[in-house]
Protein backbone atom coordinates (compact mmCIF):
# COMPACT_ATOMS: atom_id res chain seq x y z
CA UNK A 1 0.00 0.00 0.00
CA UNK A 2 1.90 3.55 -1.07
CA UNK A 3 1.67 6.30 1.89
CA UNK A 4 2.11 9.76 2.54
CA UNK A 5 2.61 11.70 4.98
CA UNK A 6 0.97 14.89 6.36
CA UNK A 7 1.88 17.34 8.51
CA UNK A 8 -1.41 19.32 10.17
CA UNK A 9 -0.92 23.18 11.63
CA UNK A 10 -2.75 25.66 11.22
CA UNK A 11 -0.74 27.79 9.39
CA UNK A 12 1.16 31.13 8.73
CA UNK A 13 0.39 34.43 6.57
CA UNK A 14 3.45 34.42 3.85
CA UNK A 15 2.46 37.88 3.65
CA UNK A 16 0.72 40.70 4.63
CA UNK A 17 -1.66 40.03 2.24
CA UNK A 18 -2.67 36.90 3.51
CA UNK A 19 -3.54 37.98 7.39
CA UNK A 20 -6.67 38.54 6.47
CA UNK A 21 -7.47 35.32 4.96
CA UNK A 22 -6.01 33.35 7.97
CA UNK A 23 -8.49 35.39 10.35
CA UNK A 24 -11.26 35.18 8.15
CA UNK A 25 -10.55 31.32 8.06
CA UNK A 26 -10.19 30.73 11.18
CA UNK A 27 -13.12 32.61 12.69
CA UNK A 28 -15.14 30.55 10.26
CA UNK A 29 -14.13 27.51 11.71
CA UNK A 30 -17.36 25.56 13.77
CA UNK A 31 -14.26 24.38 15.86
CA UNK A 32 -12.96 28.05 16.92
CA UNK A 33 -16.14 29.94 17.02
CA UNK A 34 -18.56 27.25 18.49
CA UNK A 35 -21.90 28.33 17.82
CA UNK A 36 -24.34 28.79 14.93
CA UNK A 37 -23.42 29.93 11.86
CA UNK A 38 -25.10 33.17 11.71
CA UNK A 39 -23.87 34.00 14.45
CA UNK A 40 -20.37 32.91 14.10
CA UNK A 41 -20.09 34.90 11.13
CA UNK A 42 -21.23 38.23 12.93
CA UNK A 43 -18.76 38.03 15.41
CA UNK A 44 -16.19 36.33 13.34
CA UNK A 45 -16.45 39.78 11.54
CA UNK A 46 -16.48 41.84 14.80
CA UNK A 47 -13.07 40.12 15.83
CA UNK A 48 -11.61 40.40 12.23
CA UNK A 49 -12.69 44.46 12.13
CA UNK A 50 -10.72 45.18 15.46
CA UNK A 51 -8.17 43.08 15.13
CA UNK A 52 -6.89 43.24 11.39
CA UNK A 53 -4.72 46.68 11.11
CA UNK A 54 -3.04 45.55 14.30
CA UNK A 55 -2.14 42.00 13.02
CA UNK A 56 -0.85 43.17 9.81
CA UNK A 57 1.66 46.35 11.38
CA UNK A 58 2.59 43.12 13.68
CA UNK A 59 3.98 41.54 10.46
CA UNK A 60 5.02 44.34 8.71
CA UNK A 61 7.13 46.03 11.40
CA UNK A 62 8.23 43.01 13.67
CA UNK A 63 8.20 39.86 11.38
CA UNK A 64 9.20 40.89 7.92
CA UNK A 65 5.78 40.96 6.49
CA UNK A 66 5.74 37.03 6.80
CA UNK A 67 5.21 34.16 8.99
CA UNK A 68 8.46 32.36 9.96
CA UNK A 69 5.86 29.35 10.13
CA UNK A 70 5.91 27.73 6.67
CA UNK A 71 9.76 28.33 5.83
CA UNK A 72 10.33 26.67 9.29
CA UNK A 73 8.29 23.78 7.98
CA UNK A 74 10.14 23.41 5.00
CA UNK A 75 13.07 22.71 6.59
CA UNK A 76 11.84 20.16 8.66
CA UNK A 77 10.50 18.49 5.37
CA UNK A 78 13.09 18.92 3.81
CA UNK A 79 14.95 17.03 6.50
CA UNK A 80 12.09 14.30 6.99
CA UNK A 81 12.41 13.44 3.13
CA UNK A 82 15.94 12.15 3.90
CA UNK A 83 14.71 9.29 6.02
CA UNK A 84 11.09 8.72 5.33
CA UNK A 85 11.08 6.87 2.07
CA UNK A 86 6.88 8.20 1.10
CA UNK A 87 5.93 11.62 -0.29
CA UNK A 88 5.62 14.22 2.38
CA UNK A 89 3.89 17.30 2.31
CA UNK A 90 2.39 20.03 4.44
CA UNK A 91 -1.21 20.77 4.97
CA UNK A 92 -2.38 24.06 6.49
CA UNK A 93 -5.72 24.99 7.87
CA UNK A 94 -6.44 28.64 7.22
CA UNK A 95 -3.99 29.63 4.48
CA UNK A 96 -1.99 27.96 2.22
CA UNK A 97 -0.41 25.39 0.98
CA UNK A 98 -3.92 24.23 1.46
CA UNK A 99 -3.97 20.45 1.42
CA UNK A 100 -6.38 20.30 -2.02
CA UNK A 101 -3.42 20.13 -4.38
CA UNK A 102 -1.00 17.64 -2.78
CA UNK A 103 -4.63 15.14 -2.03
CA UNK A 104 -5.01 15.64 -5.72
CA UNK A 105 -1.57 14.71 -6.79
CA UNK A 106 -1.87 11.83 -4.57
CA UNK A 107 -5.20 10.60 -5.73
CA UNK A 108 -3.46 10.56 -9.33
CA UNK A 109 -0.36 8.78 -7.73
CA UNK A 110 -2.30 5.78 -6.33
CA UNK A 111 -1.89 6.76 -2.42
CA UNK A 112 -3.63 5.04 -0.60
CA UNK A 113 -2.80 6.15 2.77
CA UNK A 114 -2.45 8.92 4.34
CA UNK A 115 -0.69 9.55 7.46
CA UNK A 116 -1.25 12.61 9.35
CA UNK A 117 0.86 13.98 11.97
CA UNK A 118 -0.63 16.97 13.58
CA UNK A 119 2.03 19.56 15.08
CA UNK A 120 0.57 20.08 17.84
CA UNK A 121 1.24 17.89 20.83
CA UNK A 122 -1.74 17.77 22.66
CA UNK A 123 -5.58 17.32 21.25
CA UNK A 124 -7.86 19.77 20.70
CA UNK A 125 -11.02 20.00 18.46
CA UNK A 126 -9.67 23.42 17.64
CA UNK A 127 -6.55 22.06 16.45
CA UNK A 128 -5.88 18.79 15.66
CA UNK A 129 -9.64 18.06 15.18
CA UNK A 130 -10.24 20.73 12.81
CA UNK A 131 -7.19 19.84 11.03
CA UNK A 132 -8.23 16.24 11.06
CA UNK A 133 -11.71 17.08 9.50
CA UNK A 134 -10.34 19.61 7.02
CA UNK A 135 -8.57 16.64 5.13
CA UNK A 136 -11.64 14.45 5.42
CA UNK A 137 -13.79 16.88 3.67
CA UNK A 138 -11.36 17.90 1.43
CA UNK A 139 -10.70 14.05 0.12
CA UNK A 140 -14.70 13.53 -0.01
CA UNK A 141 -14.55 16.70 -2.02
CA UNK A 142 -12.40 14.81 -4.31
CA UNK A 143 -14.38 11.95 -4.20
CA UNK A 144 -10.40 10.35 -2.71
CA UNK A 145 -10.73 7.37 -0.35
CA UNK A 146 -7.86 6.74 0.85
CA UNK A 147 -7.17 5.07 4.31
CA UNK A 148 -6.59 8.48 6.62
CA UNK A 149 -4.27 7.38 10.21
CA UNK A 150 -3.77 9.62 12.42
CA UNK A 151 -0.84 10.09 14.95
CA UNK A 152 -1.56 10.04 18.66
CA UNK A 153 -1.06 13.38 20.61
CA UNK A 154 2.54 12.70 22.11
CA UNK A 155 2.56 15.58 25.15
CA UNK A 156 3.59 13.01 27.85
CA UNK A 157 5.99 10.65 25.75
CA UNK A 158 9.60 10.45 26.45
CA UNK A 159 11.34 11.85 23.75
CA UNK A 160 9.14 14.72 23.00
CA UNK A 161 10.03 15.29 27.58
CA UNK A 162 13.28 15.09 26.62
CA UNK A 163 13.16 17.51 23.41
CA UNK A 164 11.30 20.18 25.34
CA UNK A 165 13.43 19.72 28.67
CA UNK A 166 16.89 20.51 25.89
CA UNK A 167 15.34 23.71 24.38
CA UNK A 168 14.74 24.72 27.79
CA UNK A 169 18.05 23.96 28.93
CA UNK A 170 19.45 26.01 25.31
CA UNK A 171 17.50 28.59 26.50
CA UNK A 172 19.44 28.64 29.82
CA UNK A 173 22.53 28.00 28.00
CA UNK A 174 25.48 28.86 31.05
CA UNK A 175 23.07 30.27 33.63
CA UNK A 176 21.86 28.30 37.03
CA UNK A 177 18.55 27.47 36.36
CA UNK A 178 17.75 27.94 40.20
CA UNK A 179 18.03 31.47 39.30
CA UNK A 180 15.11 31.35 37.61
CA UNK A 181 11.05 30.92 37.12
CA UNK A 182 10.07 28.64 34.42
CA UNK A 183 7.12 29.24 32.97
CA UNK A 184 5.16 26.90 30.54
CA UNK A 185 3.44 28.47 28.21
CA UNK A 186 0.02 27.21 26.19
CA UNK A 187 -2.14 28.62 24.16
CA UNK A 188 -5.19 29.61 25.69
CA UNK A 189 -8.89 28.16 25.26
CA UNK A 190 -12.35 29.79 26.32
CA UNK A 191 -14.21 27.77 28.82
CA UNK A 192 -16.99 26.78 27.09
CA UNK A 193 -14.99 24.28 24.87
CA UNK A 194 -13.16 22.89 28.00
CA UNK A 195 -16.76 22.64 29.75
CA UNK A 196 -17.74 20.56 26.55
CA UNK A 197 -15.30 17.84 26.70
CA UNK A 198 -12.27 18.95 24.83
CA UNK A 199 -9.44 17.23 26.36
CA UNK A 200 -6.53 20.01 26.01
CA UNK A 201 -6.15 21.17 29.28
CA UNK A 202 -6.01 18.26 31.22
CA UNK A 203 -2.94 16.99 28.57
CA UNK A 204 -1.18 20.38 29.05
CA UNK A 205 -1.45 19.37 33.02
CA UNK A 206 -0.15 16.12 32.52
CA UNK A 207 2.61 17.77 30.09
CA UNK A 208 3.62 20.13 32.42
CA UNK A 209 3.98 17.32 35.29
CA UNK A 210 5.66 15.11 33.32
CA UNK A 211 7.94 17.41 31.97
CA UNK A 212 8.39 18.40 36.12
CA UNK A 213 9.73 15.06 36.61
CA UNK A 214 11.69 14.62 34.36
CA UNK A 215 13.91 18.00 35.34
CA UNK A 216 13.34 16.58 38.98
CA UNK A 217 14.99 13.65 38.19
CA UNK A 218 17.53 15.21 36.42
CA UNK A 219 18.82 17.49 39.09
CA UNK A 220 17.38 20.70 36.74
CA UNK A 221 16.21 22.54 39.33
CA UNK A 222 14.24 25.96 39.13
CA UNK A 223 13.47 28.50 41.54
CA UNK A 224 9.80 27.68 40.29
CA UNK A 225 7.32 26.07 37.63
CA UNK A 226 4.68 27.26 36.35
CA UNK A 227 2.03 26.49 33.57
CA UNK A 228 0.54 29.67 32.26
CA UNK A 229 -2.56 30.19 28.90
CA UNK A 230 -1.28 32.63 26.84
CA UNK A 231 -3.14 34.45 23.46
CA UNK A 232 -6.85 34.89 24.87
CA UNK A 233 -9.12 37.11 22.52
CA UNK A 234 -12.34 38.71 23.85
CA UNK A 235 -13.98 39.17 26.97
CA UNK A 236 -15.48 35.21 27.91
CA UNK A 237 -13.93 33.29 30.15
CA UNK A 238 -10.44 31.08 29.12
CA UNK A 239 -8.14 28.94 30.63
CA UNK A 240 -6.23 30.42 33.75
CA UNK A 241 -3.92 32.03 34.82
CA UNK A 242 -3.11 34.24 32.00
CA UNK A 243 0.53 34.98 31.25
CA UNK A 244 0.16 38.64 31.01
CA UNK A 245 -1.01 38.41 34.62
CA UNK A 246 2.26 36.08 35.56
CA UNK A 247 4.10 38.53 34.16
CA UNK A 248 2.65 41.55 35.54
CA UNK A 249 3.01 40.10 38.96
CA UNK A 250 6.17 38.45 38.98
CA UNK A 251 7.36 36.57 42.40
CA UNK A 252 10.67 36.34 40.49
CA UNK A 253 12.50 38.55 37.99
CA UNK A 254 14.52 36.26 36.60
CA UNK A 255 12.44 33.94 33.96
CA UNK A 256 12.19 31.47 31.05
CA UNK A 257 9.07 30.74 28.63
CA UNK A 258 8.77 27.71 26.91
CA UNK A 259 6.17 27.57 24.09
CA UNK A 260 4.54 24.33 25.35
CA UNK A 261 1.37 24.15 22.47
CA UNK A 262 3.56 24.52 19.50
CA UNK A 263 6.58 22.39 17.83
CA UNK A 264 7.55 25.45 15.20
CA UNK A 265 8.19 29.14 15.32
CA UNK A 266 5.29 31.61 14.71
CA UNK A 267 3.76 35.17 15.25
CA UNK A 268 2.98 33.94 18.92
CA UNK A 269 6.22 32.76 19.57
CA UNK A 270 8.79 35.17 17.91
CA UNK A 271 6.44 38.26 18.57
CA UNK A 272 3.58 37.80 21.21
CA UNK A 273 6.11 36.24 24.01
CA UNK A 274 9.66 37.59 22.56
CA UNK A 275 9.08 41.00 21.90
CA UNK A 276 5.21 41.86 23.28
CA UNK A 277 5.82 40.24 26.29
CA UNK A 278 9.28 41.14 26.84
CA UNK A 279 7.99 45.07 26.60
CA UNK A 280 6.12 43.83 29.96
CA UNK A 281 8.93 42.47 31.29
CA UNK A 282 10.97 45.41 30.99
CA UNK A 283 8.77 48.04 32.15
CA UNK A 284 8.68 46.01 35.33
CA UNK A 285 12.37 46.00 35.58
CA UNK A 286 12.64 41.95 35.18
CA UNK A 287 16.25 41.08 35.31
CA UNK A 288 16.76 38.58 32.49
CA UNK A 289 13.47 37.48 30.18
CA UNK A 290 13.91 34.38 28.13
CA UNK A 291 12.19 32.65 25.85
CA UNK A 292 12.68 29.12 24.54
CA UNK A 293 12.97 28.34 21.01
CA UNK A 294 10.31 25.64 19.62
CA UNK A 295 11.83 22.34 18.29
CA UNK A 296 11.66 23.90 14.15
CA UNK A 297 13.75 21.29 12.43
CA UNK A 298 15.85 19.68 15.28
CA UNK A 299 16.95 16.71 14.89
CA UNK A 300 15.44 15.48 17.80
CA UNK A 301 12.09 16.62 16.25
CA UNK A 302 12.68 14.70 13.34
CA UNK A 303 13.96 11.19 15.32
CA UNK A 304 10.75 11.94 16.84
CA UNK A 305 8.30 12.09 13.63
CA UNK A 306 10.01 9.24 12.25
CA UNK A 307 9.70 7.07 14.95
CA UNK A 308 6.03 7.89 15.10
CA UNK A 309 5.36 7.22 11.45
CA UNK A 310 7.24 3.86 11.69
CA UNK A 311 4.86 2.74 14.35
CA UNK A 312 1.95 2.89 11.65
CA UNK A 313 3.78 1.64 8.97
Not at 76 to 105: C, D, G, H, Q, W
Request: glycine letters at 4%; charged letters at 30%; proline letters at 5%.
Amino acid sequence: MQKALILLNMGGANSVDEVEMFLKNMFADKNILTMDRYTRKLVGSIIIYKRLEDVKEVFMEHLGGKSPLPILTNKLISKLKNRLNMPIVPAMRYVPPFATPSLEAFQKEGIEELILFPMYPQYSTTTTLSSVEDIEQRCEALNYHPKISVIDPYYDDYDYIELVASKIMEAIKDKESKEYDLILSAHGLPLSIIKDGDPYEKQVEANVSALKIYLHERGVLFNSIRLAYQSKVGSSAWLEPNLVDILRNPRHRKVIIYPLAFTVDNSETLYELDIEHREIADKIKYEDYRVAKCFNDDDGFVDLIVKRVEEVL
